[in-house]
């Protein structure tokens, strides 16, 4: 069984930093993609960046440059750090584990920016 724990969300004005991260444990195979998505009121819920074991990394294109992605294979950890935080990127943000055809999903961390 696998399980994701999240931590770091909260409140921040906007232009603010905030860190986000997801330990996951259980059986987990060496060769996966962690990530993180995000949920705001009403609507889908959408990717926001994404890490391979391997080190290749993906973005939205509303994130790029602003929020980076990093992970810890030896901990199974992955990290969102998200810097110059706007309104829009107000959202309950979900962390997510593919291994093979199977997808693992945290219970989400609130992030809320105040403008």
């Known amino acids: 069984q696998v399980q994701l724990v999240e931590s770091g969300g909260g409140l921040v004005q906007a232009g603010g930093s905030l860190r986000l991260s997801c330990a996951a444990s259980?059986?987990?195979?060496?060769?996966?993609?962690m990530g993180w998505y995000r949920q705001a009121p009403g609507k889908q819920r959408e990717l926001v960046a994404t890490?391979?074991?391997?080190?290749?990394?993906k973005y939205a294109d509303s994130v790029k440059g602003r929020f980076t992605i990093s992970r810890d294979n030896a901990k199974n950890t992955v990290y969102l750090q998200m810097n110059s935080l706007k309104p829009e990127d107000t959202a309950v943000y979900y962390c997510?584990?593919?291994?093979?055809?199977?997808?693992?999903w945290g219970q989400g961390t609130q992030v809320t920016v105040s403008s």
């Open positions: 997510n584990l593919k291994i093979l055809m199977s997808d693992y």
């Open positions: 890490a391979t074991s391997g080190g290749t990394t």
């Open positions: 259980g059986s987990i195979l060496r060769i996966n993609v």
